[in-house]
């Protein structure tokens, strides 16, 4: 029987290396680039990545984008058509922020179908400079991955940098 959910797969290593239609960024609202892997897709990507940022930020996003929502831009020199930004939350030990990362996830999905995309790639969106904590962060990442995995996408690609972000991933999508 053939499927209508994307796979879900598991990668070790840079995002910025992988070739897909679309390459989700963990931005900030600012959307003008920052540290981490923002840092890693404006280097890589080179400078056409920050102008489409800019003509946003003059056009819609004046205040910024919201925590939780998404935007396309040119992908410039990477492997991929579009660049997806979204702006995680900032972890909190006491506020349950978990709806806003599903968001992030949800809205990049979305907004990927409508750009018609087979394929995409995720970072671990939040668990490095916000904090979010990696177990956690992997189980939101795979339970929206295996809800908003719709057609036209054929695979949700999750490209984990380190080696314990792998291993987290992996302990949720197995088990
Ligand atoms: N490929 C894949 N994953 C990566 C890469 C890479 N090249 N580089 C880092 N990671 P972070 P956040 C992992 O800090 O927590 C920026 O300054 C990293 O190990 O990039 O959402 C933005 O402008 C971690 O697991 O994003 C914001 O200000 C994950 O990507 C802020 O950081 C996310 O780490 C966003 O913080």
Request: overall charge negative.
């Given at each position: 029987?053939?499927?209508?959910?994307?796979?879900?797969?598991?990668?070790?290593?840079?995002?910025?290396?992988?070739?897909?239609?679309?390459?989700?960024?963990?931005?900030?609202?600012?959307?003008?680039?920052?540290?981490?892997?923002?840092?890693?897709?404006?280097?890589?990507?080179?400078?056409?990545?920050l102008?489409?940022c800019?003509?946003?930020?003059?056009?819609?996003?004046?205040?910024g984008?919201?925590?939780?929502?998404?935007?396309?831009t040119?992908?410039?020199?990477?492997?991929?058509?579009?660049?997806?930004?979204?702006?995680?939350?900032?972890?909190?030990?006491?506020?349950?922020?978990?709806?806003?990362?599903?968001?992030?996830?949800?809205?990049?999905?979305?907004?990927?179908?409508?750009?018609?995309?087979?394929?995409?790639?995720?970072?671990?969106?939040?668990?490095g400079?916000?904090?979010?904590?990696?177990?956690?962060?992997?189980?939101?990442?795979?339970?929206?991955?295996?809800?908003?995995?719709?057609?036209?996408?054929?695979?949700?690609?999750?490209?984990?940098?380190?080696?314990?972000?792998?291993?987290?991933?992996?302990?949720?999508?197995?088990?």
């Amino acid at each position: 029987m053939t499927s209508t959910r994307a796979e879900i797969v598991l990668v070790h290593g840079d995002i910025t290396e992988q070739t897909v239609d679309v390459i989700v960024n963990a931005a900030n609202s600012s959307l003008l680039g920052g540290g981490g892997v923002d840092g890693a897709i404006h280097r890589r990507g080179g400078p056409a990545i920050l102008e489409d940022c800019r003509k946003l930020r003059a056009s819609q996003y004046g205040k910024g984008l919201a925590t939780g929502q998404a935007v396309a831009t040119t992908a410039g020199r990477l492997h991929a058509g579009h660049v997806i930004h979204t702006v995680g939350p900032v972890w909190s030990k006491t506020e349950d922020r978990g709806a806003l990362l599903a968001s992030c996830y949800e809205q990049s999905l979305k907004l990927a179908k409508e750009l018609g995309a087979e394929t995409i790639a995720f970072p671990a969106i939040s668990t490095g400079i916000y904090g979010w904590p990696i177990d956690s962060g992997a189980e939101i990442a795979i339970r929206v991955a295996r809800e908003h995995g719709g057609a036209p996408l054929r695979e949700i690609r999750f490209v984990l940098f380190d080696e314990t972000a792998y291993q987290a991933f992996a302990q949720v999508l197995g088990g």
